[in-house]
């Protein structure tokens, strides 16, 4: 009897001893092992299968927990955005003016969006990592405005106008003697969460603009 006790008490204390947490240069681990310290590694098996190469690949959390994530995982976070989109359909898209406030352009249809941070609904990009962006925009009026006007187009950092070209749309009779096309490009730095939007400004209350991808379009590049 007492020597079925001692395997019993054995086998209790050697089953804590596998569930309990090791710490090595720590003495409160946090994990089943942490390591407080440099690791060290001498000898690996160099991985040849593609399936394992792709879905198997460690790294470290803020917590410093050691996970596993996909390759293209990684690929996806550190790849620089870019973003081009233009408008939905090759005929006249109106834009009214209210009260003369620039009115946000509806680019809607986009080529490119690699780490999807244009909003097609709200025609607004947000950014998801600090950086610096290069932004270009474009738009080309419709032929069937007759009179002189001005117009232009703007981009808006947070609300804010910080780049525009916009000059009088000449007309004399039924001919146009000014350039249809505005475009305005600029640098700017953007923190996680900075929205860039781009709106029409003009002297009457609506504006037809084109709405082929070759005449009315935008590009935000991120360049580090």
């Known amino acids: 009897m007492k020597s079925k006790f001692v395997i019993i008490l054995t086998i209790i204390l050697y089953s804590k001893t596998l569930l309990a947490q090791v710490g090595i240069g720590t003495t409160t681990p946090m994990a089943t092992l942490e390591i407080n310290g440099d690791l060290k590694i001498n000898t690996t098996t160099f991985e040849t299968d593609e399936q394992v190469i792709r879905d198997s690949i460690l790294v470290i959390s803020q917590d410093g927990i050691v996970n596993r994530t996909k390759a293209t995982n990684i690929l996806n976070a550190s790849l620089p955005t870019m973003v081009k989109a233009s408008m939905s359909g090759g005929g006249n898209i109106l834009h009214v003016i209210l009260l003369g406030a620039p009115e946000t352009i509806k680019y809607d249809t986009e080529t490119i969006d690699n780490n999807n941070e244009f909003d097609t609904t709200t025609h607004t990009f947000t950014a998801k990592q600090d950086g610096i962006y290069a932004v270009n925009a474009q738009i080309k009026i419709s032929s069937l405005i007759s009179v002189s006007t001005n117009f ?44 860039i939007t781009f709106k029409l400004s003009s002297s009457i209350a609506s504006v037809d603009l084109l709405g082929n991808q070759t005449e009315s379009f935008f590009t935000i590049y991120q360049l580090r």
């Open 152 to 195: 232009g187009i703007g981009i808006y950092k947070n609300g804010v106008l910080i780049a525009e070209e916009e000059y009088l749309n000449v007309h004399t009779g039924a001919f146009s003697v000014s350039s249809p096309i505005r475009k305005v490009s600029t640098v700017i730095d953007l923190v996680t969460g900075d929205e």
